[in-house]
């Protein structure tokens, strides 16, 4: 095994910035930087690269549709006796959940690490580069298989299931609150945190990826029109973030029987960053309540 296959789908690490606008569009294409060569030398000599656009689109632009062909590609990709790890470079405002699909759907223990950059390649301080080049070391060490899911920026190597992007443009943007990076990437080396050791998960096979699951964020003094209106509008399913240990407030709590009683599977997280859902409150809205609903 000595080929890493690197898979754009474009977003900002592949997008060039107008000089009279100011405003930064995607590529014709969505090749790599060019920028990059000098990088990918400094990679073992004996690593075969071998490179694939498969769209070339903003991460917001992306579709279940779109999704699920990465996806199946991957998994043709990793299925391919040759192949060490695979990179995939991706705009990072929705980086997160691409990552974490492919972390509980892919049948694989080879890396596949995604990557992307905050800043477009014509900045003088542009972090494409450099993130894939770590991104690549990462997915072509032994010692990140069996790992699941990977998400490298900034020389940090996350988990899949833990990072989210905690700011719009800083370039430490992602972090796993709680957790923190699994490993790192220095002096070409990758090193991983003993004490975190994160293997994959079971796999989950998809072949379907519905298009209108709603994500229903809660605060103080909602009421359940929103969800009356996922209900209305045919949506498949509804994950709530709710406060706290996930608790709603009571005028909610109709709505979400109504969707229960349609049938409708209704999902609930908090909004916090750290922590987890615990049916503990008793009261009307409250977590004991809704899961007694």
Same mark, same amino acid.
């Given at each position: 095994?000595?080929?890493?296959?690197?898979?754009?789908?474009?977003?900002?690490?592949?997008?060039?910035?107008?000089?009279?606008?100011?405003?930064?569009?995607? /590529?014709? &294409? /969505?090749?790599?930087?060019?920028?990059?060569?000098?990088?990918?030398?400094? *990679? &073992?000599?004996? *690593?075969? +690269?071998?490179?694939?656009?498969?769209?070339?689109?903003?991460?917001?632009?992306?579709?279940?549709? =779109?999704? +699920?062909?990465?996806?199946?590609?991957?998994?043709?990709?990793?299925?391919?006796?040759?192949?060490?790890?695979?990179?995939?470079?991706?705009?990072?405002? $929705? %980086?997160?959940?691409? @990552?974490? #699909?492919?972390?509980?759907?892919?049948? $694989?223990?080879?890396?596949?690490?995604? $990557?992307?950059? #905050?800043?477009?390649?014509?900045?003088?301080?542009?972090?494409?580069?450099?993130?894939?080049? /770590?991104? %690549?070391?990462?997915?072509?060490? @032994?010692? !990140?298989?069996?790992?699941?899911? +990977?998400?490298?920026?900034?020389?940090?190597?996350?988990? @899949?299931?833990?990072?989210?992007?905690?700011?719009?443009?800083?370039?430490?943007?992602?972090?796993?609150?709680?957790?923190?990076?699994?490993? +790192?990437? !220095?002096?070409?080396?990758?090193?991983?945190?003993?004490?975190?050791?994160?293997?994959?998960?079971?796999?989950?096979?998809?072949?379907? #990826?519905?298009?209108?699951?709603?994500?229903?964020?809660?605060?103080?003094?909602?009421?359940?029109? *929103?969800?009356?209106?996922?209900?209305?509008?045919?949506?498949?399913?509804?994950? #709530?973030?709710?406060?706290?240990?996930?608790?709603?407030?009571? /005028?909610?709590?109709?709505?979400?029987?109504?969707?229960?009683?349609?049938?409708?599977?209704? =999902?609930?997280?908090?909004?916090?960053?750290?922590?987890?859902?615990?049916?503990?409150?008793?009261?009307?809205?409250?977590?004991?309540?809704?899961?007694?609903?």
């Amino acid at each position: 095994m000595n080929t890493v296959y690197l898979l754009s789908t474009g977003g900002t690490i592949s997008m060039q910035q107008d000089a009279e606008t100011g405003t930064v569009n995607p /590529a014709a &294409n /969505a090749a790599l930087p060019e920028n990059l060569a000098p990088y990918l030398e400094r *990679l &073992n000599n004996d *690593l075969n +690269l071998v490179q694939e656009s498969v769209v070339n689109l903003p991460s917001p632009h992306l579709t279940p549709a =779109i999704l +699920l062909q990465l996806m199946n590609r991957v998994q043709e990709l990793a299925n391919q006796p040759e192949a060490m790890g695979i990179v995939i470079t991706h705009g990072t405002d $929705t %980086l997160e959940e691409t @990552a974490d #699909l492919l972390d509980i759907t892919l049948d $694989t223990q080879k890396p596949v690490v995604l $990557t992307g950059a #905050l800043r477009s390649a014509n900045e003088v301080s542009a972090d494409g580069p450099g993130n894939v080049l /770590a991104a %690549l070391l990462t997915a072509a060490a @032994a010692s !990140s298989v069996n790992r699941g899911c +990977l998400v490298v920026l900034n020389n940090e190597i996350h988990a @899949a299931r833990h990072v989210t992007k905690t700011h719009s443009s800083n370039l430490a943007a992602f972090q796993s609150p709680g957790i923190g990076p699994i490993g +790192l990437v !220095s002096n070409h080396a990758v090193s991983y945190r003993s004490h975190l050791t994160v293997k994959r998960r079971k796999p989950i096979p998809v072949k379907h #990826l519905p298009d209108k699951v709603a994500l229903v964020k809660m605060a103080s003094a909602m009421d359940g029109c *929103l969800l009356d209106c996922c209900l209305s509008q045919g949506f498949k399913g509804v994950v #709530l973030e709710a406060l706290g240990m996930g608790n709603v407030p009571s /005028a909610v709590v109709p709505s979400i029987t109504r969707l229960i009683r349609a049938g409708l599977p209704v =999902i609930m997280v908090s909004r916090c960053y750290e922590g987890n859902v615990q049916p503990v409150y008793g009261y009307t809205g409250g977590g004991k309540q809704l899961q007694a609903l």
